[in-house]
């Protein structure tokens, strides 16, 4: 009887994504949201949709492990991340490293920014590899293709139908590739692609059929035809939401605000950690989705939400913007108190609710002022937060 083949799959997301500014979204391309859903997450899905594969490796950027934590992925076959290196190459090889604990048949190694891949391009890649040592998925190339030596002037054209662009997931059998990339890393040399170390490592690389779906997300123009891949130019529509919160003082030493801890001489009272100005956040964004305010979905009257941190409420509320497959355009937050001073931490906050949201933090606002020592406020008795919230949803009937 045949052993049945192991197979793995590498998502390099090591990358800091700065070329892709789609809608003016500064996060890592990876993690931005396409059709609701972040980039990262919509590829790592497509590859746990395949049964054959057994294991799934994040490769991320040592700098996004928050970020990739509040993707809440979560799949038995989902290994921890690793962290990946200086370029795409040295991100490969540690996912390739770490991977040496399971020792794999065969490895595909995935780009995250190809999220609209489809199970049959991958499992025709997973067939090549009972013949090849390495798979390709590749689509023609049916523009004419020009020669320039200099730039600006033509010195040949190219035969197209001996041309074709490379896809991902490339697959290898696994102890071919990791031993070509260790040996790769020591050239002074960048390789754009995996293919690329296996032909100059000497493997016979097979080309299977790529599809013109499964395009990179690199440029702002290639969000939007993601976009009207998965929606079908869906129309849209824009709502409006408004939240309001209020918490008077107690005996304490710091303040939860915006995500954000605050030493003060007193801590805000509250069933959870009192936040005012997330639970205004969350409630706007329910208002703009017509759906309740946070007692609804979490009530006081449970004891399993003493205590608990805010940031759960407006992650509950961004998730279920995406769960319609809308998009949060833009979160707007007033905070009012006399103490604790609030400028100073404004652009901590700003980046916690983005990182919540999964939003770029150009598109959350965060201000404070004074009630001119008027009312309970002004007399330092507690914090009011005001809050509003834009959404994009597709129109309804």
């Excluded at 949201?33 to 054959?52: H, K, Y």
């Excluded at 994040?58 to 700098?63: D, G, R, T, Y």
């Amino acid at each position: 009887m045949t052993r049945k083949r192991t197979i793995a799959a590498i998502v390099v997301a090591a990358g800091r994504g700065e070329r892709a500014s789609a809608n003016g979204d500064a996060a890592p391309k990876q993690y931005r949201l396409l059709g609701g859903t972040p980039i990262l997450s919509r590829t790592v899905a497509a590859l746990l949709d395949i049964e054959t594969i057994g294991w799934v490796l994040p490769v991320i950027h040592a700098e996004h492990h928050e970020r990739y934590t509040l993707l809440g992925l979560g799949d038995p076959r989902l290994l921890p991340p690793v962290i990946g290196g200086a370029n795409r190459q040295a991100s490969v090889l540690a996912g390739l490293e770490a991977l040496g604990a399971y020792m794999p048949d065969v490895v595909l190694i995935q780009d995250a920014a190809r999220p609209l891949i489809e199970s049959a391009l991958v499992e025709a890649v997973i067939a090549a590899l009972t013949s090849h040592e390495a798979a390709l998925p590749v689509i023609p190339i049916t523009d004419t293709i020009k020669r320039s030596n200099d730039g600006q002037t033509v010195a040949a054209t190219e035969d197209r139908h001996k041309l074709f662009a490379a896809q991902t997931p490339q697959g290898f059998r696994f102890p071919q590739i990791l031993a070509a990339h260790r040996d790769a890393a020591r050239l002074p040399r960048d390789f754009t692609d995996d293919a690329a170390i296996a032909e100059w490592a000497g493997m016979i690389v097979a080309l299977t059929p790529g599809s013109t779906r499964n395009i990179k997300l690199t440029l702002p123009e290639d969000f939007a035809r993601a976009e009207r891949l998965i929606g079908g130019d869906r129309p849209m529509e824009t709502r409006i939401g408004t939240g309001f919160d209020v918490h008077p003082f107690e005996a304490g030493d710091a303040v939860w605000l915006g995500g954000v801890k605050i030493a003060h001489k007193q801590k805000l009272k509250g069933h959870s950690d009192a936040d005012a100005a997330l639970h205004a956040l969350a409630d706007a964004i329910y208002g703009a989705l017509g759906e309740g305010d946070i007692g609804t979905h979490f009530p006081p009257s449970d004891p399993k939400w003493k205590g608990a941190a805010s940031s759960i409420f407006l992650r509950h509320a961004a998730d279920l913007v995406a769960a319609r497959g809308g998009r949060i355009v833009n979160l707007d937050a007033t905070i009012v108190c006399e103490a604790p001073r609030i400028s100073p931490h404004v652009e901590a906050m700003k980046e916690r609710i983005a990182a919540i949201c999964r939003i770029s933090p150009s598109r959350v606002a965060v201000k404070a002022t004074t009630s001119e020592r008027l009312g309970f406020t002004g007399r330092e008795e507690g914090i009011v937060a005001m809050a509003t919230a834009s959404v994009e949803l597709p129109r309804e009937a």
